[in-house]
């Protein structure tokens, strides 16, 4: 079993910049595949972006236009999402996850099994 602790998140100005980390034990961090995925308020939950458990490679949800970027530091156990340029509609709850099966990256939420808490960020105008 993989635990999952969430840092990072709050409000935050439109423009601005945010960098939320997720800190995961149990099992062998290099060997997942970790993601981001947000949930607006009233909506349902969405892909953000993936890596691979070597970290070579990404996917990126195409609404976000590069303005984010996931990164893993797998001697921290820890992966990351830098959000730049931020903006109201990008106000939601971001939730780290992992796909123990699968080392690649992938978008598809239902291939990943352990979440963690979830934080709001929220984009003030």
């Known amino acids: 079993q993989v635990q999952l602790v969430q840092s990072g998140g709050g409000l935050v100005q439109a423009g601005g910049s945010l960098r939320l980390s997720c800190a995961a034990s149990?099992?062998?961090?290099?060997?997942?595949?970790m993601g981001w995925f947000r949930q607006p308020p009233g909506k349902e939950r969405e892909f953000v972006a993936s890596?691979?458990?070597?970290?070579?490679?990404?996917v990126y949800s195409s609404s976000l236009n590069g303005r984010v970027t996931i990164s893993r530091d797998n001697a921290k156990n820890t992966v990351y999402l830098q959000m730049n340029s931020l903006n109201v509609e990008d106000t939601a709850v971001y939730s780290c996850?992992?796909?123990?099966?699968?080392?690649?990256?992938?978008?598809?939420?239902?291939?990943?099994?352990?979440w963690g808490q979830g934080t709001q960020v929220t984009v003030s105008s």
């Open positions: 149990g099992g062998t961090f290099s060997n997942y595949g």
């Open positions: 890596i691979s458990g070597s970290g070579r490679e990404t």
């Open positions: 996850a992992v796909d123990t099966d699968y080392s690649g990256p992938t978008s598809y939420i239902r291939e990943f099994d352990y």
